[in-house]
């Protein structure tokens, strides 16, 4: 007999997010991300009646409790660093287009390496493939078991 308790996948939890929903609409009072019909999204418009929150992304950042982690290093890093810089960016708002909690809390310089803190992994991750697909070296994912985090490891001398 084939055992089924393997399909039931414990849940993740993540502070960030509460298990009730909130008030159709919320807008963070922060940043301005509007919680409407489910998802946060950013609107032109935002409705007058909604109720202020700080989003879970906001809170994130304040706490300075990442979802993710990028760090590259490498000879190359330093001699094209601005433009992996614009492209860190780029990509950062392009998936916070798509997905407004996914958002870059800091970048550090020390000795030659970067460290990029984002809100969470699909943000860590899209940087870490971006930087390889445009500029090649060696890239390293490490998903921690049991956790909704991801380190990102790129480097190229």
């Known amino acids: 007999m084939k055992r089924m ?36 999204e950013w609107l032109k418009d935002v409705p007058k009646d909604a109720k202020k929150i700080i989003c879970p992304a906001c809170r994130r950042i304040e706490d300075k409790y990442e979802g993710g982690v990028v760090y590259l290093e490498g000879e190359f890093l330093q001699k094209h660093k601005e433009e992996i810089f614009n492209l ?16 870059i809390i800091e970048i550090k310089e020390e000795n030659g390496k970067v460290v990029i803190k984002t809100t969470y992994e699909h943000l860590a991750r899209r940087i870490g493939e971006a930087i390889h697909r445009a500029y090649k070296g060696d890239l390293k994912l490490n998903y921690p078991e049991g956790q909704k985090y991801v380190r990102v490891y790129w480097h190229r001398d």
Do not use: M, W
């Open 5 to 40: 308790d393997k399909l039931i996948q414990d849940y993740i939890h993540d502070p960030y997010f509460t298990k009730e929903k909130y008030p159709d609409p919320s807008v963070c009072e922060k940043c301005g991300v509007v919680f409407h019909n489910g998802i946060f």
């Open 88 to 103: 860190i960016r780029n990509v950062e708002e392009e998936e916070k287009a798509y997905r407004p909690l996914e958002r």
